[in-house]
């Protein structure tokens, strides 16, 4: 299994972006798919998680009604929406592949490699 995570950027605070994780092979429905951040000095942070194709999904406190997680099985692809940012968005976001529904990184078995999302205030 490889993750390939890309879509980070340089944006204003307010801006949008939209990142992307392709997942080799088909994404099975009861996989968690999540997405983590880890700004500089700070420990890797869970973001949002998805399980059976969206029928479960859940955020961080810090993004809910601003990031919105979702999948394309056609495309074996997961999205991070992600509106209205802050500069404290700042981090290196990656994609995360697991089979239990938790926001804690060590119990996710695939990543990917990361992607830079930077907002300027």
């Known amino acids: 299994v490889q993750l390939q995570a890309s879509g980070g950027g340089l944006v204003q605070a307010g801006g949008s972006l939209r990142l992307s994780c392709v997942h080799s092979g088909r994404i099975f429905s009861s996989a968690v798919m999540a997405w983590f951040r880890q700004a500089p000095g700070k420990e890797r942070e869970w973001v949002a998680r998805?399980?059976?194709?969206?029928?479960?999904?859940d955020y961080a406190g810090s993004v809910k009604g601003r990031f919105t997680i979702s999948r394309d099985n056609a495309k074996n692809t997961v999205y991070l929406q992600m509106n209205n940012l802050k500069p404290e968005d700042t981090a290196v976001y990656y994609c995360a592949r697991g089979t239990q529904w938790t926001g804690e990184p060590n119990a996710y078995t695939y990543w990917g490699q990361g992607t830079q999302v930077t907002v300027s205030s």
């Open positions: 998805d399980r059976r194709n969206g029928v479960s999904t």
